[in-house]
């Protein structure tokens, strides 16, 4: 399998804490999560865990609006992707969501 980000994270981020995943590729793949508590202290905290692993990419799972405070702590120092997963609930166990009539 083709490494697409060697250097990155995935966040899910709750109401009260965020989950983080850092996996590093350089030469062996390394993975380790650790989670945060949903206050500023803590995202920046995170945020300097992140950048000490050398992440540069940053992938954040959340609903409505609770990933605003995390991305506001992150933006500028990674590239980021906000995936909303609500969205393909519905299309569960279909292909491209479409289901056949």
Known sequence: ?????????G????RNMVACLSIVEAGQ???EIRTFRSVTR????????????GCIHVG??????????????LAGYFE??????AQYA???GTQNGCTRR
């Open 1 to 9: 399998m083709e490494v697409l980000y060697p250097r990155g994270s």
């Open 11 to 14: 966040l899910d981020v709750h």
């Open 29 to 31: 793949r390394r993975k």
């Open 42 to 53: 803590e995202l920046v905290t995170m945020r300097t865990w992140l950048l000490e692993e």
């Open 60 to 73: 954040m799972e959340s609903t409505g609006v609770l990933w605003r405070p995390v991305y506001d702590r």
């Open 80 to 85: 980021l992707v906000l995936v909303n997963t």
């Open 90 to 92: 519905s299309s569960a």
